[in-house]
């Protein structure tokens, strides 16, 4: 079964509503940690909407569980992710009118920063993964990059309501994986994925990480951070949990 990163962006971004001190995002991380997840997640902005570099550092100081930064490639934020190392960089899209990330990179598009960004990331030792569209020029696009793993983009799938369009959607991730899988890339996918829909996602072969966020601190409103991300744990892991 795939593995479990948390994305703990949410709780930063109820604490920066009155740019006070609380929800502290660590804690919500450290939860997650002792509830069995097994990486947490969190997004650099260029706008620092939730997540703070202060954030970054303390979670790189004190977690045990790796560390993925999702970033834009921007110089500034490869900087600094190339100072505090985290276990793998996540290449993402971003703008600043979106609420949340809106789809994956067009890699036919600002390669020559995305490269940088790369070989910035490779030369401080970080994995690097790109958050891809399930489509296959992306994903040769990056086999050509020459990184070793994408994220998928499930938004897609999340938001379908139809029986007919959640199928199209599920093959379009299956048909993605096997592309992938069948070029050596490692998989992970995420955004828009819940308590209801994950199990479909998490059993398509060849998907090894699945990134959740914001639907674990809204259950985590109802029934506190642990038992939320405890909960998507046993949905994730399966049995093994």
């Not at 990134?211 to 994730?236: D, K, P, T, W």
Request: charge should be neutral.
């Amino acid at each position: 079964m795939p593995r479990l990163g948390v994305n703990v962006d949410h709780v930063a971004t109820l604490r920066q509503a009155r740019r006070g001190l609380t929800p502290n995002p660590l804690l919500a991380a450290l939860a997650a940690q002792e509830a069995g997840c097994d990486g947490i997640v969190c997004h650099l902005r260029e706008d620092r909407r939730h997540i703070q570099e202060e954030d970054l550092v303390s979670f790189k100081r004190v977690l045990t569980v790796p560390l993925n930064l999702e970033m834009a490639a921007h110089p500034e934020i490869v900087r600094m992710a190339a100072q505090v190392k985290p276990d793998q960089a996540t290449l993402v899209p971003e703008r600043r009118q979106e609420l949340t990330t809106e789809g994956g990179l067009n890699l036919r598009q600002g390669s020559s920063r995305i490269r940088a960004a790369i070989r910035r990331l490779d030369l401080a030792d970080i994995r690097v993964s790109l958050f891809i569209d399930p489509d296959p020029e992306q994903i040769d696009l990056a086999c050509e990059l020459g990184v070793p793993m994408v994220e998928f983009h499930t938004g897609r799938f999340a938001q379908s309501r139809t029986e007919s369009q959640i199928i199209r959607a599920l093959e379009e991730l299956k048909e993605a994986a096997r592309r992938a899988k069948s070029a050596g890339l490692w998989i992970a996918a995420g955004h828009g994925l819940d308590y209801r829909n994950v199990r479909q996602v998490a059993a398509i072969p060849g998907v090894e990480e699945l990134n959740i966020g914001f639907s674990i601190v809204a259950r985590a409103m109802e029934v506190g951070f642990h038992q939320a991300v405890r909960e998507m744990v046993l949905l994730v892991h399966g049995d093994s949990a």
